[in-house]
């Protein structure tokens, strides 16, 4: 779990530092429902979430050169909310392999109804279970992000329909290492702002974790996560920025 370690991003002499940040709180978080690909927007608890991110970063010395996130707008909110608060002005990377998990069936539904809709284990199952899809869309229905148009430019089979673990792991894992693992193999200061269980993907990766402990991962809004990692991006150890400070 994260451990408090003192230092900052930007001494030559240090292993190169990489932040993960999950978005805001959103109104579907604060009102308990699943959320995945729905484009709902921050709370205004979520924007404070954000600027106190911002205030931590700049607090700790954090400095960026590139920003990556999701195309939903809770997560672009929040990277817009933290980069203006800091000051900076830099180039902002916007793909859908780092939306959040699909949940399918299950997207704006309250988890109580979801239980008496679809019984107590297909829901159980793919919170706990690394490889268990939630429910499935079927691709009329208006959740399928092949019905969107901010999708319309993606190949059709490519678009979930409800994702385990498993698959988020399989979507974002190409874009991690031809994407964003170069950059911050360069010596860049990354920045990712995404959402909960495609931050516990990339975590996977990152620390070489197995399916049991990704799914026992747990990661608060708004709160900046600092990696520590060597040459070839594999994790040394890793901690909450306001356990700096
Ligand atoms: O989609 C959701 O329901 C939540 C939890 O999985 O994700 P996030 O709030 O991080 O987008």
């Not at 008496?116 to 690394?130: A, D, E, M, R, T």
């Not at 901010?150 to 031809?178: C, F, H, N, V």
């Not at 911050?184 to 990339?202: D, F, M, P, W, Y």
Request: charged share 20%; with cysteine; glycine share 6%.
């Amino acid at each position: 779990m994260p451990e408090a370690i003192p230092s900052e991003n930007t001494s030559p002499q240090s292993p190169t530092k990489l932040v993960l940040l999950r978005h805001g709180q959103s109104i579907w978080n604060r009102d308990k429902k699943f959320t995945g690909w729905s484009d709902v927007a921050l709370s205004p608890k979520g924007e404070q979430e954000a600027e106190q991110a911002a205030y931590l970063l700049k607090r700790a010395g954090f400095t960026f050169d590139v920003c990556f996130t999701s195309v939903l707008q809770r997560a672009t909110s929040t990277s817009r909310i933290v980069l203006a608060a800091m000051h900076l002005d830099i180039p902002v990377l916007q793909t859908w392999h780092l939306n959040e998990r699909h949940y399918g069936a299950l997207e704006g539904m309250g988890r109580w109804s979801a239980i008496k809709q679809f019984g107590i284990w297909p829901i159980l199952g793919c919170q706990i279970k690394f490889d268990a899809p939630p429910p499935g869309l079927n691709k009329r229905d208006y959740r399928y992000p092949g019905n969107q148009s901010d999708y319309a430019t993606i190949d059709r089979d490519e678009l979930p329909m409800g994702e385990s673990m498993q698959q988020t792991l399989a979507r974002l894992k190409p874009y991690w290492q031809d994407t964003i693992q170069p950059e911050v193999g360069q010596g860049k200061h990354v920045l990712i702002v995404s959402h909960r269980n495609t931050l516990r993907a990339l975590m996977m990766l990152l620390d070489h974790l197995t399916p049991a402990q990704v799914m026992k991962l747990k990661l608060a809004t708004g709160r900046p996560l600092v990696y520590e990692l060597d040459q070839q991006c594999n994790a040394l150890r890793h901690y909450y920025v306001d356990k700096l400070v």
